[in-house]
């Protein structure tokens, strides 16, 4: 049971590259979400999916796209980055929506010069 | 969407002394839960509150859910250098919204 798993680890873009970052879980859980984390500002809510195939928009959605194809999956997709991008994204799950306890993958640290 | 906030931002401490961080939401919760990030780390699930006035315990950290459900406070008593990090709390507003909205986080940094 590996929980929930992002790659890569670290990458580095340069201004206008397109790429996707994964995130996969293996505890069947209905609720995914992707967060960026940068200095002073906390955990900031990207998109969330509630299921497969349901999608929606966070606090900062704009740069961004993502899908819910399976359940296991939740890829974030930037699609021309920008140095404002540049932060550490954390990928989470949770079984339950209003109450579930939040799985957090162990981050992918993206720098865009 | 819903606010909330959390204090202090930064709190030194030398080790054995007594550490506290707020969360205050201008709405009314559903619950709150705690988390924990280690320097270079990904957020892990402390506790979960649901209940008004509601305390728990774990070892050295105690947790409180304030009465009219706004609040909350996490309590280190005599801190150990283990117990450096970030503590974030995350609120589900009442009405219920399916992803929890996070803190800004309180950095505690423990000098032996």
């Known amino acids: 049971n590996a929980g929930v798993t992002q790659t890569p680890k670290f990458q580095v873009l340069k201004t206008g590259q397109s790429m996707t970052l994964q995130c996969a879980q293996d505890?069947?859980?209905?609720?995914m979400s992707w967060y960026r984390q940068d200095p002073g500002m906390g955990l900031r809510l990207i998109h969330y999916?509630?299921?497969?195939?349901?999608?929606d928009q966070g606090e900062v959605p704009n740069g961004y796209n993502v899908s819910r194809s399976t359940t296991e999956d939740f890829p974030l997709r930037l699609l021309s980055a920008a140095p404002s991008q540049t932060s550490v994204y954390f990928c989470?799950?949770?079984?339950?929506?209003?109450?579930?306890?939040?799985?957090f993958g162990p981050g992918t640290r993206l720098t865009v010069l | 969407g819903q606010q909330v906030m959390q204090i202090p931002q930064y709190q030194h401490v030398q080790e054995g002394e007594d550490f506290t961080t707020y969360c205050n939401s201008s709405?009314?919760?559903?619950?709150i839960q705690w988390y924990k990030q280690r320097p270079g780390g990904h957020p892990v699930f402390l506790i979960q509150l649901v209940k008004s006035g509601e305390v728990k315990k774990q070892k050295r950290l105690t947790f409180q859910f304030g009465e009219a459900k706004k609040n909350s406070s996490l309590h280190i008593t005599a801190t150990q250098t283990t117990d450096v990090g970030t503590y974030f709390c995350a609120v589900h507003a009442s009405g219920g919204s399916y992803i929890p909205t996070f803190g800004r986080g309180t950095s505690l940094i423990v000098h032996p």
């Open positions: 989470a799950s949770s079984a339950t929506g209003t109450s579930g306890t939040q799985y």
């Open positions: 709405t009314t919760l559903s619950n």
């Open positions: 505890m069947n859980h209905e609720y």
């Open positions: 999916s509630v299921g497969a195939g349901i999608t």
